[in-house]
């Protein structure tokens, strides 16, 4: 085994399936039975992903660079 850092990045927000409770529980909502804004908050989050993806690697790339 190598020393390195990983991270587990998981947002959480009030109306998640598994909140108050850790993500590893069962969750408190079934799946497909989701309010609205939580569709909402998906599609928020799954367009904003490859924007992310590059400034993470924009960010990695420079680290390199130094």
Known sequence: MVPHLHW???PRWRGDRHFPDPI???AR??????PAEW????ARTQ???PRYRNR??????????H
């Open 8 to 10: 587990h990045v998981i």
């Open 24 to 26: 590893w529980a069962a």
């Open 29 to 34: 909502i079934a799946a497909g039975s989701e």
């Open 39 to 42: 569709h909402e908050r998906q």
């Open 47 to 49: 367009a904003l992903l």
């Open 56 to 65: 993470v690697i924009e960010a990695m790339n420079a680290l390199l660079m």
